[in-house]
Protein backbone atom coordinates (compact mmCIF):
# COMPACT_ATOMS: atom_id res chain seq x y z
CA UNK A 1 0.00 0.00 0.00
CA UNK A 2 2.95 1.86 0.72
CA UNK A 3 4.28 1.43 -2.28
CA UNK A 4 1.41 2.55 -4.48
CA UNK A 5 0.97 5.62 -2.32
CA UNK A 6 4.37 6.37 -2.99
CA UNK A 7 4.15 5.70 -6.71
CA UNK A 8 1.44 7.98 -7.05
CA UNK A 9 2.79 10.50 -5.36
CA UNK A 10 5.91 10.48 -7.50
CA UNK A 11 3.53 10.61 -10.79
CA UNK A 12 1.52 13.54 -9.35
CA UNK A 13 4.99 15.74 -8.67
CA UNK A 14 6.29 14.59 -12.38
CA UNK A 15 2.95 14.81 -14.46
CA UNK A 16 0.97 17.56 -16.62
CA UNK A 17 -1.17 18.81 -14.06
CA UNK A 18 0.98 19.20 -10.86
CA UNK A 19 3.66 21.34 -13.77
CA UNK A 20 0.85 23.64 -15.08
CA UNK A 21 -0.23 24.38 -11.27
CA UNK A 22 3.11 25.46 -10.24
CA UNK A 23 3.32 27.45 -13.88
CA UNK A 24 -0.49 29.55 -12.11
CA UNK A 25 1.58 30.07 -9.03
CA UNK A 26 4.82 31.24 -11.12
CA UNK A 27 2.81 33.34 -13.21
CA UNK A 28 1.33 34.86 -10.18
CA UNK A 29 4.53 35.95 -8.74
CA UNK A 30 5.77 37.45 -12.44
CA UNK A 31 3.38 40.22 -12.46
CA UNK A 32 5.42 43.05 -9.92
CA UNK A 33 5.59 45.70 -12.61
CA UNK A 34 2.11 46.32 -12.75
CA UNK A 35 2.07 48.15 -9.09
CA UNK A 36 4.01 50.68 -10.23
CA UNK A 37 1.56 53.22 -10.14
CA UNK A 38 1.26 51.92 -6.17
CA UNK A 39 5.34 52.94 -5.19
CA UNK A 40 5.85 55.45 -8.17
CA UNK A 41 4.82 58.06 -5.79
CA UNK A 42 6.46 56.94 -2.80
CA UNK A 43 9.85 56.83 -5.58
CA UNK A 44 9.24 60.28 -6.96
CA UNK A 45 8.38 61.97 -3.51
CA UNK A 46 11.83 60.07 -1.31
CA UNK A 47 13.99 60.80 -4.42
CA UNK A 48 12.85 64.24 -4.95
CA UNK A 49 12.28 63.33 -8.97
CA UNK A 50 9.86 66.00 -11.66
CA UNK A 51 6.90 63.52 -13.34
CA UNK A 52 9.41 63.71 -16.38
CA UNK A 53 11.81 61.90 -14.45
CA UNK A 54 9.70 59.24 -12.85
CA UNK A 55 8.28 58.46 -16.60
CA UNK A 56 12.02 57.72 -17.63
CA UNK A 57 12.05 55.36 -14.54
CA UNK A 58 8.79 53.79 -15.62
CA UNK A 59 10.05 53.34 -19.53
CA UNK A 60 12.82 51.38 -17.99
CA UNK A 61 10.69 49.36 -16.02
CA UNK A 62 9.17 48.85 -18.91
CA UNK A 63 11.75 48.28 -20.96
CA UNK A 64 12.99 45.48 -18.48
CA UNK A 65 9.48 43.77 -18.33
CA UNK A 66 9.16 43.83 -22.37
CA UNK A 67 12.45 42.86 -23.56
CA UNK A 68 13.06 39.20 -22.65
CA UNK A 69 15.30 38.31 -25.62
CA UNK A 70 18.12 37.47 -23.68
CA UNK A 71 15.89 34.99 -21.55
CA UNK A 72 14.37 33.60 -24.90
CA UNK A 73 17.77 32.60 -25.72
CA UNK A 74 18.45 31.36 -22.77
CA UNK A 75 15.92 28.95 -23.15
CA UNK A 76 16.73 27.26 -26.67
CA UNK A 77 20.48 26.23 -24.62
CA UNK A 78 19.71 26.15 -21.60
CA UNK A 79 17.35 23.68 -19.17
CA UNK A 80 14.18 25.64 -17.44
CA UNK A 81 15.42 25.05 -13.87
CA UNK A 82 18.49 27.07 -15.12
CA UNK A 83 16.21 30.00 -16.70
CA UNK A 84 13.93 30.27 -13.45
CA UNK A 85 17.20 30.13 -11.02
CA UNK A 86 18.90 33.27 -12.99
CA UNK A 87 15.46 35.07 -13.12
CA UNK A 88 14.67 34.70 -9.06
CA UNK A 89 18.35 35.96 -8.90
CA UNK A 90 17.46 39.18 -11.23
CA UNK A 91 14.49 39.63 -9.24
CA UNK A 92 15.60 39.77 -6.10
CA UNK A 93 18.91 42.11 -6.94
CA UNK A 94 16.98 44.49 -8.70
CA UNK A 95 14.11 45.68 -6.31
CA UNK A 96 16.18 44.76 -2.85
CA UNK A 97 18.44 47.95 -4.56
CA UNK A 98 15.19 50.16 -5.54
CA UNK A 99 13.84 49.28 -2.03
CA UNK A 100 17.56 50.26 -0.02
CA UNK A 101 17.25 53.64 -2.22
CA UNK A 102 13.49 54.49 -0.79
CA UNK A 103 14.45 53.61 2.57
CA UNK A 104 17.80 55.67 2.46
CA UNK A 105 19.72 52.70 3.41
CA UNK A 106 22.26 53.19 0.53
CA UNK A 107 23.22 56.77 -0.65
CA UNK A 108 20.82 58.59 -3.26
CA UNK A 109 21.00 56.95 -5.95
CA UNK A 110 21.97 58.72 -9.50
CA UNK A 111 18.55 58.91 -11.93
CA UNK A 112 20.14 56.02 -14.61
CA UNK A 113 21.21 53.57 -11.91
CA UNK A 114 17.70 54.04 -10.01
CA UNK A 115 17.01 52.92 -14.07
CA UNK A 116 19.31 50.15 -14.33
CA UNK A 117 18.27 48.96 -11.09
CA UNK A 118 13.96 48.82 -11.70
CA UNK A 119 14.99 47.37 -15.38
CA UNK A 120 16.69 44.49 -13.72
CA UNK A 121 14.04 43.49 -11.40
CA UNK A 122 11.21 43.73 -13.96
CA UNK A 123 13.44 41.94 -16.72
CA UNK A 124 13.28 39.11 -14.27
CA UNK A 125 9.83 38.29 -14.84
CA UNK A 126 10.51 37.61 -18.14
CA UNK A 127 13.06 34.74 -16.94
CA UNK A 128 10.07 33.34 -14.81
CA UNK A 129 7.20 34.03 -17.66
CA UNK A 130 9.37 32.26 -20.20
CA UNK A 131 10.29 29.22 -18.24
CA UNK A 132 6.97 28.54 -17.08
CA UNK A 133 4.85 29.30 -19.87
CA UNK A 134 6.85 27.87 -22.88
CA UNK A 135 6.76 24.14 -21.32
CA UNK A 136 3.07 24.13 -20.26
CA UNK A 137 2.38 25.18 -23.76
CA UNK A 138 4.44 22.94 -25.38
CA UNK A 139 2.69 20.14 -23.17
CA UNK A 140 -0.71 21.49 -24.34
CA UNK A 141 -0.52 22.61 -27.44
CA UNK A 142 -4.35 22.02 -28.66
CA UNK A 143 -5.60 24.46 -25.77
CA UNK A 144 -3.31 27.39 -26.35
CA UNK A 145 -5.35 30.16 -26.17
CA UNK A 146 -7.43 28.58 -23.00
CA UNK A 147 -4.03 28.05 -21.31
CA UNK A 148 -2.28 31.51 -22.40
CA UNK A 149 -5.32 33.41 -21.21
CA UNK A 150 -5.23 31.21 -17.72
CA UNK A 151 -1.55 31.50 -17.48
CA UNK A 152 -1.47 35.71 -18.00
CA UNK A 153 -4.44 36.05 -16.21
CA UNK A 154 -3.54 34.88 -13.31
CA UNK A 155 -0.32 36.93 -14.05
CA UNK A 156 -2.77 40.16 -14.47
CA UNK A 157 -3.97 39.38 -10.54
CA UNK A 158 -0.51 39.87 -9.17
CA UNK A 159 -0.93 43.38 -8.77
CA UNK A 160 -4.25 42.81 -6.63
CA UNK A 161 -2.60 39.74 -4.75
CA UNK A 162 0.40 41.02 -3.46
CA UNK A 163 -1.40 44.04 -2.52
CA UNK A 164 -3.18 41.68 -0.03
CA UNK A 165 -0.20 40.05 0.98
CA UNK A 166 1.73 43.28 1.75
CA UNK A 167 -1.07 44.93 3.52
CA UNK A 168 -1.17 41.65 5.92
CA UNK A 169 2.82 41.32 6.32
CA UNK A 170 3.73 45.06 6.31
CA UNK A 171 0.86 46.72 6.82
CA UNK A 172 0.42 50.12 4.91
CA UNK A 173 4.31 50.86 4.15
CA UNK A 174 4.27 51.20 0.79
CA UNK A 175 7.94 50.98 0.48
CA UNK A 176 7.71 47.85 2.34
CA UNK A 177 5.92 46.60 -1.20
CA UNK A 178 9.21 46.88 -3.29
CA UNK A 179 11.00 44.67 -0.24
CA UNK A 180 7.90 41.96 -0.78
CA UNK A 181 8.07 41.60 -4.50
CA UNK A 182 11.96 41.26 -3.74
CA UNK A 183 11.90 38.34 -1.93
CA UNK A 184 8.24 36.77 -2.85
CA UNK A 185 8.32 36.02 -6.45
CA UNK A 186 12.11 34.75 -5.94
CA UNK A 187 11.12 32.29 -3.16
CA UNK A 188 8.44 31.05 -5.42
CA UNK A 189 10.68 30.36 -8.56
CA UNK A 190 13.23 28.49 -6.55
CA UNK A 191 9.88 26.68 -4.82
CA UNK A 192 9.20 24.64 -8.28
CA UNK A 193 12.60 24.70 -10.04
CA UNK A 194 13.19 20.85 -10.72
CA UNK A 195 9.17 21.01 -11.58
CA UNK A 196 8.76 22.45 -14.35
CA UNK A 197 9.82 21.02 -17.70
CA UNK A 198 8.88 19.90 -20.96
CA UNK A 199 7.04 16.68 -21.37
CA UNK A 200 5.37 14.17 -23.87
CA UNK A 201 2.47 15.25 -25.31
CA UNK A 202 -0.53 13.11 -24.73
CA UNK A 203 -4.37 12.92 -25.40
CA UNK A 204 -6.72 14.13 -22.80
CA UNK A 205 -10.48 14.56 -22.94
CA UNK A 206 -11.16 16.75 -20.47
CA UNK A 207 -8.37 19.14 -21.11
CA UNK A 208 -10.86 21.65 -22.20
CA UNK A 209 -13.18 21.04 -18.82
CA UNK A 210 -9.93 20.97 -16.30
CA UNK A 211 -8.76 25.00 -18.20
CA UNK A 212 -12.31 25.50 -17.63
CA UNK A 213 -12.90 24.63 -13.85
CA UNK A 214 -9.31 26.75 -13.22
CA UNK A 215 -11.18 29.72 -14.97
CA UNK A 216 -13.75 29.71 -12.84
CA UNK A 217 -11.91 29.72 -9.42
CA UNK A 218 -9.53 32.20 -11.14
CA UNK A 219 -12.52 34.50 -11.33
CA UNK A 220 -14.13 34.18 -7.77
CA UNK A 221 -10.58 35.21 -6.92
CA UNK A 222 -10.73 38.01 -8.85
CA UNK A 223 -14.20 38.66 -7.73
CA UNK A 224 -12.66 38.50 -4.25
CA UNK A 225 -10.16 40.35 -4.52
CA UNK A 226 -12.25 43.39 -6.51
CA UNK A 227 -14.68 43.12 -3.10
CA UNK A 228 -11.62 43.39 -1.01
CA UNK A 229 -9.97 46.11 -2.68
CA UNK A 230 -13.07 47.80 -2.68
CA UNK A 231 -13.68 47.29 1.04
CA UNK A 232 -10.61 48.30 2.11
CA UNK A 233 -10.74 52.04 0.15
CA UNK A 234 -13.85 52.76 1.99
CA UNK A 235 -13.64 51.39 5.40
CA UNK A 236 -11.36 50.34 8.14
CA UNK A 237 -9.47 47.12 8.71
CA UNK A 238 -7.43 46.22 11.43
CA UNK A 239 -4.42 44.17 10.49
CA UNK A 240 -6.21 40.52 11.60
CA UNK A 241 -8.58 41.20 9.00
CA UNK A 242 -5.53 42.49 6.50
CA UNK A 243 -4.08 39.18 7.75
CA UNK A 244 -7.68 37.07 7.38
CA UNK A 245 -8.13 38.36 3.68
CA UNK A 246 -4.37 37.38 2.30
CA UNK A 247 -5.53 34.05 3.66
CA UNK A 248 -8.37 33.73 2.13
CA UNK A 249 -6.50 34.83 -1.01
CA UNK A 250 -3.99 32.26 -0.42
CA UNK A 251 -6.45 29.52 -0.26
CA UNK A 252 -8.22 30.42 -4.05
CA UNK A 253 -4.46 30.73 -5.52
CA UNK A 254 -3.86 26.53 -4.08
CA UNK A 255 -7.77 25.00 -4.85
CA UNK A 256 -6.09 24.36 -8.50
CA UNK A 257 -3.37 22.17 -6.57
CA UNK A 258 -6.89 20.15 -5.78
CA UNK A 259 -7.75 19.74 -9.33
CA UNK A 260 -4.45 18.71 -10.39
CA UNK A 261 -4.59 15.73 -7.64
CA UNK A 262 -7.66 14.96 -9.10
CA UNK A 263 -6.62 14.50 -12.48
CA UNK A 264 -3.56 13.06 -11.76
CA UNK A 265 -5.33 10.59 -9.97
CA UNK A 266 -7.52 9.87 -12.35
CA UNK A 267 -4.47 8.91 -14.96
CA UNK A 268 -2.86 6.77 -12.58
CA UNK A 269 -5.90 4.57 -11.91
CA UNK A 270 -6.40 4.38 -16.17
CA UNK A 271 -2.53 2.96 -16.12
CA UNK A 272 -3.18 0.47 -13.13
CA UNK A 273 -5.97 -1.24 -14.97
CA UNK A 274 -4.26 -1.09 -18.48
CA UNK A 275 -1.05 -2.81 -16.94
CA UNK A 276 -3.40 -5.42 -14.97
CA UNK A 277 -5.36 -6.40 -18.00
CA UNK A 278 -3.82 -9.58 -19.74
CA UNK A 279 -1.81 -9.13 -22.88
CA UNK A 280 -3.35 -10.72 -26.10
CA UNK A 281 -0.99 -11.92 -28.72
CA UNK A 282 -2.32 -12.60 -31.80
CA UNK A 283 -0.31 -13.67 -34.96
CA UNK A 284 -1.13 -12.33 -38.14
CA UNK A 285 0.14 -13.63 -41.31
CA UNK A 286 0.87 -11.17 -44.42
CA UNK A 287 0.39 -12.19 -47.73
CA UNK A 288 3.89 -11.81 -49.40
CA UNK A 289 4.11 -8.85 -51.52
CA UNK A 290 4.49 -9.52 -55.30
CA UNK A 291 7.61 -8.45 -57.04
CA UNK A 292 5.92 -6.66 -59.38
CA UNK A 293 4.63 -3.94 -56.88
CA UNK A 294 7.36 -4.12 -55.02
CA UNK A 295 9.43 -0.23 -54.37
CA UNK A 296 12.97 0.04 -55.71
CA UNK A 297 13.06 2.63 -53.33
CA UNK A 298 11.81 1.59 -49.46
CA UNK A 299 10.46 4.19 -47.36
CA UNK A 300 13.33 4.02 -45.10
CA UNK A 301 15.40 6.07 -47.90
CA UNK A 302 12.76 8.65 -48.30
CA UNK A 303 12.89 9.00 -44.86
CA UNK A 304 16.47 9.21 -43.86
CA UNK A 305 16.87 11.88 -46.59
CA UNK A 306 14.50 13.77 -45.35
CA UNK A 307 15.69 13.42 -41.86
CA UNK A 308 19.06 14.77 -43.22
CA UNK A 309 17.76 17.44 -44.79
CA UNK A 310 15.70 18.67 -41.88
CA UNK A 311 19.30 17.78 -39.91
CA UNK A 312 21.34 20.88 -42.34
CA UNK A 313 18.17 23.72 -41.35
CA UNK A 314 18.98 25.89 -38.63
CA UNK A 315 17.79 29.23 -37.98
CA UNK A 316 20.40 30.61 -40.27
CA UNK A 317 19.41 28.62 -43.47
CA UNK A 318 16.87 29.32 -45.80
CA UNK A 319 15.78 32.51 -44.85
CA UNK A 320 14.02 33.73 -47.74
CA UNK A 321 12.14 30.21 -47.98
CA UNK A 322 9.49 30.36 -45.21
CA UNK A 323 7.27 27.51 -44.25
CA UNK A 324 3.52 27.84 -44.21
CA UNK A 325 2.04 29.60 -41.30
CA UNK A 326 1.61 27.18 -38.38
CA UNK A 327 4.77 25.23 -39.32
CA UNK A 328 7.78 25.83 -36.84
CA UNK A 329 10.29 28.59 -38.46
CA UNK A 330 13.57 29.49 -37.49
CA UNK A 331 13.97 32.73 -35.85
CA UNK A 332 15.31 34.89 -38.78
CA UNK A 333 12.76 33.56 -40.79
CA UNK A 334 10.09 35.02 -38.38
CA UNK A 335 11.88 37.88 -38.01
CA UNK A 336 12.18 38.93 -41.78
CA UNK A 337 8.32 38.09 -41.89
CA UNK A 338 5.36 40.66 -43.44
CA UNK A 339 3.48 38.97 -40.41
CA UNK A 340 5.89 39.68 -37.87
CA UNK A 341 6.36 43.10 -39.09
CA UNK A 342 2.44 43.96 -38.33
CA UNK A 343 2.75 41.77 -35.18
CA UNK A 344 5.44 44.74 -34.48
CA UNK A 345 3.70 47.67 -35.45
CA UNK A 346 0.36 47.25 -33.52
CA UNK A 347 2.10 46.37 -30.33
CA UNK A 348 4.52 49.76 -30.75
CA UNK A 349 1.39 51.10 -31.06
CA UNK A 350 -1.09 49.20 -28.41
CA UNK A 351 0.77 48.41 -25.86
CA UNK A 352 3.22 51.17 -26.12
CA UNK A 353 0.24 53.49 -25.52
CA UNK A 354 -1.61 51.32 -23.32
CA UNK A 355 1.42 51.48 -20.56
CA UNK A 356 2.00 55.34 -20.86
CA UNK A 357 -1.29 55.44 -19.64
CA UNK A 358 -1.23 53.00 -17.07
CA UNK A 359 1.65 54.28 -15.76
CA UNK A 360 0.27 57.67 -15.49
CA UNK A 361 -2.92 56.72 -13.52
CA UNK A 362 -1.93 57.93 -10.30
CA UNK A 363 -0.90 61.12 -11.67
CA UNK A 364 -4.19 61.67 -13.58
CA UNK A 365 -6.23 60.70 -10.52
CA UNK A 366 -4.34 63.52 -8.22
CA UNK A 367 -4.45 66.10 -11.59
CA UNK A 368 -8.34 65.86 -11.34
CA UNK A 369 -8.32 66.28 -8.08
CA UNK A 370 -9.76 62.47 -6.82
CA UNK A 371 -9.00 61.87 -3.11
CA UNK A 372 -5.60 59.49 -2.68
CA UNK A 373 -7.54 56.28 -1.22
CA UNK A 374 -9.50 56.36 -5.00
CA UNK A 375 -6.26 56.84 -6.67
CA UNK A 376 -5.55 53.57 -5.32
CA UNK A 377 -8.33 51.82 -6.20
CA UNK A 378 -7.24 52.92 -10.09
CA UNK A 379 -3.97 50.98 -10.05
CA UNK A 380 -5.92 47.64 -8.33
CA UNK A 381 -8.76 47.92 -10.96
CA UNK A 382 -6.57 48.17 -13.99
CA UNK A 383 -4.53 44.89 -12.45
CA UNK A 384 -8.02 43.27 -12.21
CA UNK A 385 -9.95 44.24 -15.41
CA UNK A 386 -6.32 43.24 -17.37
CA UNK A 387 -7.06 39.74 -15.65
CA UNK A 388 -10.11 39.57 -17.25
CA UNK A 389 -9.23 40.71 -20.67
CA UNK A 390 -6.52 38.16 -20.83
CA UNK A 391 -8.61 35.35 -19.92
CA UNK A 392 -11.72 36.12 -21.69
CA UNK A 393 -9.55 36.96 -24.68
CA UNK A 394 -8.02 33.37 -24.32
CA UNK A 395 -11.17 31.42 -23.84
CA UNK A 396 -13.82 33.66 -26.28
CA UNK A 397 -11.00 33.46 -29.17
CA UNK A 398 -10.61 29.72 -28.58
CA UNK A 399 -14.61 29.32 -29.03
CA UNK A 400 -14.55 31.80 -31.46
CA UNK A 401 -11.77 30.44 -33.86
CA UNK A 402 -13.30 26.25 -33.04
CA UNK A 403 -16.86 27.41 -33.94
CA UNK A 404 -16.83 29.54 -36.51
CA UNK A 405 -12.97 29.97 -37.80
CA UNK A 406 -13.06 33.61 -36.70
CA UNK A 407 -9.86 34.21 -36.98
CA UNK A 408 -7.43 35.05 -33.46
CA UNK A 409 -6.09 38.50 -35.04
CA UNK A 410 -9.51 40.29 -34.85
CA UNK A 411 -9.79 40.18 -31.45
CA UNK A 412 -6.24 42.29 -31.52
CA UNK A 413 -8.51 44.95 -33.26
CA UNK A 414 -11.03 45.37 -30.46
CA UNK A 415 -8.40 44.97 -28.63
CA UNK A 416 -6.86 48.23 -30.14
CA UNK A 417 -10.19 50.37 -30.41
CA UNK A 418 -11.03 50.37 -27.11
CA UNK A 419 -7.90 51.56 -25.55
CA UNK A 420 -8.48 54.79 -27.75
CA UNK A 421 -11.88 55.54 -26.83
CA UNK A 422 -10.39 55.42 -23.27
CA UNK A 423 -7.95 57.72 -24.01
CA UNK A 424 -10.74 60.21 -25.58
CA UNK A 425 -12.13 59.65 -22.17
CA UNK A 426 -9.21 61.03 -20.52
CA UNK A 427 -8.51 63.79 -22.61
CA UNK A 428 -12.41 64.81 -22.25
CA UNK A 429 -13.22 63.78 -18.31
CA UNK A 430 -16.36 63.71 -16.69
CA UNK A 431 -17.08 63.16 -13.12
CA UNK A 432 -15.98 59.28 -12.62
CA UNK A 433 -14.45 59.42 -15.96
CA UNK A 434 -11.21 57.87 -14.38
CA UNK A 435 -12.78 54.93 -13.03
CA UNK A 436 -14.42 53.70 -16.65
CA UNK A 437 -11.09 54.12 -18.56
CA UNK A 438 -9.15 52.49 -16.52
CA UNK A 439 -11.52 49.32 -16.72
CA UNK A 440 -11.29 49.52 -20.62
CA UNK A 441 -7.27 50.12 -20.69
CA UNK A 442 -6.44 47.15 -18.38
CA UNK A 443 -9.28 45.33 -19.95
CA UNK A 444 -7.91 45.91 -23.54
CA UNK A 445 -4.12 45.82 -22.32
CA UNK A 446 -4.62 42.41 -20.92
CA UNK A 447 -6.42 41.27 -24.31
CA UNK A 448 -3.48 42.68 -26.50
CA UNK A 449 -0.68 40.98 -24.32
CA UNK A 450 -2.32 37.68 -24.37
CA UNK A 451 -3.06 37.88 -28.18
CA UNK A 452 0.47 38.49 -28.94
CA UNK A 453 1.30 35.56 -26.78
CA UNK A 454 -1.24 33.19 -28.81
CA UNK A 455 -0.77 34.70 -31.83
CA UNK A 456 3.04 33.94 -31.96
CA UNK A 457 3.04 30.61 -31.05
CA UNK A 458 0.10 29.76 -33.87
CA UNK A 459 1.77 31.70 -36.31
CA UNK A 460 5.33 30.97 -36.46
CA UNK A 461 5.24 27.64 -34.53
CA UNK A 462 6.36 26.21 -31.23
CA UNK A 463 10.25 25.09 -31.99
CA UNK A 464 11.68 28.46 -31.40
CA UNK A 465 8.87 30.37 -29.57
CA UNK A 466 10.51 30.89 -26.20
CA UNK A 467 12.71 33.71 -28.03
CA UNK A 468 9.80 34.38 -30.86
CA UNK A 469 7.14 35.74 -28.41
CA UNK A 470 10.02 37.64 -26.79
CA UNK A 471 11.20 39.34 -29.42
CA UNK A 472 7.58 39.86 -30.20
CA UNK A 473 7.26 42.07 -27.10
CA UNK A 474 10.59 44.00 -27.98
CA UNK A 475 8.25 47.17 -29.52
CA UNK A 476 5.91 47.58 -26.50
CA UNK A 477 9.03 49.31 -24.00
CA UNK A 478 10.11 51.31 -27.35
CA UNK A 479 6.92 52.42 -27.67
CA UNK A 480 6.26 53.47 -24.00
CA UNK A 481 8.99 55.11 -23.92
CA UNK A 482 8.56 57.36 -27.08
CA UNK A 483 5.08 57.64 -26.18
CA UNK A 484 5.33 57.97 -22.31
CA UNK A 485 8.73 60.06 -21.82
CA UNK A 486 9.10 62.06 -24.93
CA UNK A 487 4.70 62.71 -25.23
CA UNK A 488 2.87 62.03 -22.05
CA UNK A 489 5.32 63.34 -19.20
CA UNK A 490 7.04 66.57 -21.39
CA UNK A 491 3.35 67.98 -22.07
CA UNK A 492 2.57 67.48 -18.58
CA UNK A 493 5.64 69.18 -17.45
CA UNK A 494 4.51 71.90 -19.63
CA UNK A 495 1.54 72.55 -18.36
CA UNK A 496 2.65 72.54 -14.61
CA UNK A 497 5.19 74.72 -15.84
CA UNK A 498 2.72 76.99 -17.18
CA UNK A 499 0.70 77.11 -14.03
CA UNK A 500 3.73 78.26 -11.97
CA UNK A 501 4.83 81.29 -14.20
CA UNK A 502 0.98 82.02 -13.39
CA UNK A 503 1.43 81.87 -9.82
CA UNK A 504 4.99 84.11 -10.52
CA UNK A 505 7.19 80.91 -9.80
CA UNK A 506 9.59 78.80 -11.58
CA UNK A 507 11.26 75.20 -11.21
CA UNK A 508 14.01 75.85 -9.05
CA UNK A 509 11.42 76.85 -6.18
CA UNK A 510 9.43 73.70 -6.05
CA UNK A 511 10.30 70.16 -4.56
CA UNK A 512 8.89 68.78 -7.52
CA UNK A 513 5.91 69.55 -10.56
CA UNK A 514 2.04 69.16 -10.27
CA UNK A 515 -0.14 70.01 -12.64
CA UNK A 516 -3.56 70.41 -11.40
CA UNK A 517 -6.46 70.54 -13.79
CA UNK A 518 -8.07 68.49 -16.90
CA UNK A 519 -6.09 70.32 -19.26
CA UNK A 520 -2.69 68.42 -17.79
CA UNK A 521 -3.13 64.94 -19.71
CA UNK A 522 -5.74 66.78 -22.50
CA UNK A 523 -3.15 67.16 -25.40
CA UNK A 524 -1.59 63.78 -24.87
CA UNK A 525 -4.45 61.68 -24.56
CA UNK A 526 -5.23 63.09 -27.79
CA UNK A 527 -2.34 61.76 -29.35
CA UNK A 528 -2.63 58.44 -27.79
CA UNK A 529 -6.08 58.14 -29.15
CA UNK A 530 -4.77 58.46 -32.58
CA UNK A 531 -2.03 56.33 -32.06
CA UNK A 532 -4.51 53.79 -31.09
CA UNK A 533 -6.66 53.96 -34.15
CA UNK A 534 -3.50 53.46 -36.41
CA UNK A 535 -2.86 50.71 -34.55
CA UNK A 536 -5.87 49.16 -35.23
CA UNK A 537 -5.94 50.07 -38.91
CA UNK A 538 -2.36 48.20 -39.12
CA UNK A 539 -4.36 45.07 -37.40
CA UNK A 540 -6.71 44.32 -39.84
CA UNK A 541 -3.72 43.84 -42.37
CA UNK A 542 -3.22 40.50 -40.59
CA UNK A 543 -7.02 39.69 -40.23
CA UNK A 544 -6.87 39.65 -43.88
CA UNK A 545 -4.10 38.04 -44.80
CA UNK A 546 -4.61 35.40 -41.83
CA UNK A 547 -8.50 34.69 -42.83
CA UNK A 548 -7.67 31.31 -44.80
CA UNK A 549 -5.26 29.74 -41.99
CA UNK A 550 -7.31 30.16 -39.36
CA UNK A 551 -10.67 28.86 -41.11
CA UNK A 552 -8.40 25.37 -41.82
CA UNK A 553 -7.66 22.90 -38.81
CA UNK A 554 -4.82 24.89 -37.30
CA UNK A 555 -4.12 22.03 -34.70
CA UNK A 556 -4.34 18.68 -36.47
CA UNK A 557 -0.44 18.21 -36.61
CA UNK A 558 -0.84 17.89 -32.99
CA UNK A 559 -3.57 15.27 -32.69
CA UNK A 560 -1.90 13.24 -35.44
CA UNK A 561 1.29 13.33 -33.42
CA UNK A 562 -0.38 11.99 -30.25
CA UNK A 563 -2.09 9.38 -32.23
CA UNK A 564 0.57 7.89 -34.01
CA UNK A 565 2.50 7.63 -30.47
CA UNK A 566 -0.22 5.66 -29.09
CA UNK A 567 -0.39 3.40 -31.73
CA UNK A 568 3.52 2.81 -31.39
CA UNK A 569 3.20 2.00 -27.77
CA UNK A 570 0.84 -0.75 -28.29
Known amino acids: MEEIKGCFLLQ ?18 AGATYLFGAYSKVIKSTLGYDQSTLNLI ?7 ASIGVLSGLLAEVAPFWFVLLVGSG ?75 LYLAIYGTDAKSLLLLIGWLPALISLAFIFVIREMKISSHPRESKVLTQNLIISVVLAICLMVLTIAQKYFKF ?16 FVPCLIAIREERSDWRKKKEELSKPIERVAIEEPPIPESTQSPHPPVFVETEKKEFQETTHCFAHICNK ?25 FCGLGSSLAAIDNLGQIGESLGYPTQTIGAFVSLVSIWNYFGRVFSGFVSEKLLMNWKVPRTAM ?45 SELFGLK ?23 IVGRLYDREA ?45 LVMRTRKYYASDIYEKFRCKVQTEEEEMK
Not at 141 to 159: A, D, V
Not at 330 to 347: E, G, K, R, Y
Not at 432 to 443: L, T
Open 497 to 541: LKQLAKKGMTRSMVKELTCIGSQCYRSAFLILAGVNIFGAAVSMI
Open 12 to 29: FLQGRWFMMFASLLIMTS
Open 464 to 486: YYSTLFNCAQVPSPIGSYVLNVN
Open 412 to 456: MTFALVMPAIADLIIALPFPGSVYIASVMVGFSYGIQLTMLFVLT
Open 238 to 253: SHLKYVASATGVCILL
Open 90 to 164: MNFAGYFLVWLAVTKRIRTPKVWQMCLYICIGANSQNFANTAALVPTVRNFPERRGMLIGLLKGYTGLSGAIFTQ
Open 58 to 64: GSFKDLG
Open 323 to 347: PKRGEDYTILQALLSTDMLVVCIFT
